[in-house]
């Protein structure tokens, strides 16, 4: 069955590191790749998608990801991250490829110190 | 409207009652689905909607889950005879049209409290 690993509950970084945030996923093709930002109070908002193509994939809020086959990851990744950024991030997969069903990963949670 | 609206946005109930969640799709949109999230976990998928008729329902924990949308827009998430173990947030989202290749839209959830 498919399923989606988020290693990472808790990560804390300075305001202006980098961020990368780890997504595994198990499934024997190539899998429809998401990742979604929720804050407080707010709904799931899609930061970026992976269909096919360009493994490497730029979202909005300057955040990207790269689809590694090899690894079964999708980690997403920021150059310098803001305060704004806190929130939790959550990874899924369309499975199977080419229909509605999401699985989520559990989550998380990206703390940004001042 | 502008995004996907979900009422209430908290729901304290009684274990053994009945409670109704709503949900606002974007307009136009055709394919609505409903999640649960539970704390400290992702979502999971209870329910997708195709027009009408519910095209996947095999995400609903048992047969006191019940879903509608009888019009094509507005759906409902009816729970009979409420348990604390149902305790959780409540998403939906809608997309243009189903499958990947459109966005799925969520809504801000409605956190239903059973005690």
């Known amino acids: 069955a498919q399923s989606v690993t988020q290693p990472d509950i808790h990560i804390t970084v300075s305001e202006g590191a980098s961020l990368e945030l780890r997504c595994n996923y198990s499934?024997?093709?190539?899998?429809?790749l998401f990742w979604y930002v929720q804050s407080p109070g707010q709904g799931l908002q899609l930061l970026l998608k992976y269909f096919s193509g360009d493994t490497l994939v730029q979202g909005i809020k300057g955040f990207e990801a790269e689809f590694k086959r090899s690894q079964s990851s999708f980690n997403l990744r920021k150059p310098s991250v803001h305060w704004s950024d806190a929130a939790e991030y959550f990874c899924a997969v369309g499975a199977p490829p080419g229909t509605y069903k999401y699985i989520f990963g559990t989550g998380t949670r990206l703390k940004v110190l001042a | 409207g502008a995004g996907v609206s979900q009422t209430p946005s908290n729901k304290v109930t009684e274990k053994g009652k009945y409670v109704e969640l709503r949900c606002d799709p974007i307009s136009g949109h055709t394919a609505l689905y409903w999640y649960r999230q539970s704390l400290g976990q992702g979502p999971e998928f209870l329910i997708y909607?195709?027009?009408?008729?519910?095209?996947?329902d095999s995400g609903l924990p048992n047969d006191r889950f019940f879903a509608v949308r009888p019009e094509g827009s507005v759906s409902t998430l009816k729970i009979q005879r409420t348990e604390r173990g149902d305790s959780a947030v409540y998403l939906c989202?809608?997309?243009?049209?189903?499958?990947?290749?459109?966005?799925?839209?969520f809504g801000p959830g409605t956190r239903l409290t059973v005690l």
């Open positions: 989202a809608s997309s243009l049209s189903p499958g990947p290749g459109d966005t799925q839209y």
């Open positions: 909607f195709q027009g009408t008729g519910a095209a996947d």
């Open positions: 499934y024997g093709a190539t899998p429809y």
